[in-house]
């Protein structure tokens, strides 16, 4: 199915980057708590923090809530070194960038956010992004994507989404977008051909 897109919008975790939460269950489990991811994004609340709702300094203070015997800097280090750059897929989003719009649409809080611009330069990636702390919804919120659209300026019919989440392609394809559910970057690329993308 050839289309003539202009405007490729990638998600971050997972796609981007790959996320390691062991280092951060380690320290946590150093103090006596043995606890899940699950459960440590179900005690701080992380969608809140991601919906901008609270900020940095408060999510890594309901951390430290959680043992509160254990050094702040520690358990901050834990939360932001978690992260390791897909380098096929940097590589395919600068490529794409010659030729097509891109721009980046996560669920994110501020503190992962900064440190992954700080890391590994995100924002000078692409053309523009819209991070849901920003937006204050998350995806699969209709409300991001109406967001997006405005802030990108996009055509729905002119438009891919990648991202790894099943429910947030189908929520992009719901407002009309092209939308590629990730698995792999060379499914992706695969699909983003098959769309008439020049990869």
């Known amino acids: ?48 923090h991601e919906r901008g709702e609270i900020g940095g300094a408060e999510l890594i203070n309901r951390l430290h809530g959680l043992t509160p015997g254990m050094d702040r800097m520690l358990l ?49 990636l692409v053309d523009d992004v819209l991070p849901s702390f920003q937006a204050g919804v998350m995806k699969p919120h209709a409300d991001i994507y109406r967001m997006a659209e405005e802030r990108f300026e996009l055509d729905p019919d002119r438009t891919v989404f990648i991202d790894d989440l099943e429910p947030n392609v189908l929520a992009a394809q719901m407002r009309g977008w092209y939308a590629i559910h990730h698995v792999s970057p060379s499914q992706t690329i695969a699909s983003l051909r098959e769309l008439g993308v020049e990869c």
Not at 14 to 23: D, K
């Open 1 to 48: 199915m050839k289309t003539q897109i202009d405007t490729v919008i990638f998600d971050v975790g997972w796609v981007l980057v790959q996320l390691n939460f062991q280092p951060l269950l380690k320290c946590l489990a150093d103090s006596g708590q043995q606890l899940s991811i699950k459960e440590v994004v179900a005690a701080i609340d992380l969608e809140a």
């Open 76 to 124: 901050k280090r834990g939360w932001l070194d978690m992260f390791a750059p897909v380098d096929a897929m940097f590589d395919l989003a600068r490529h794409l960038g010659d030729r097509y719009r891109v721009h980046l649409l996560s669920n994110v809080g501020d503190l992962h956010w900064a440190h992954l611009n700080a890391q590994y330069g995100l924002r000078d």
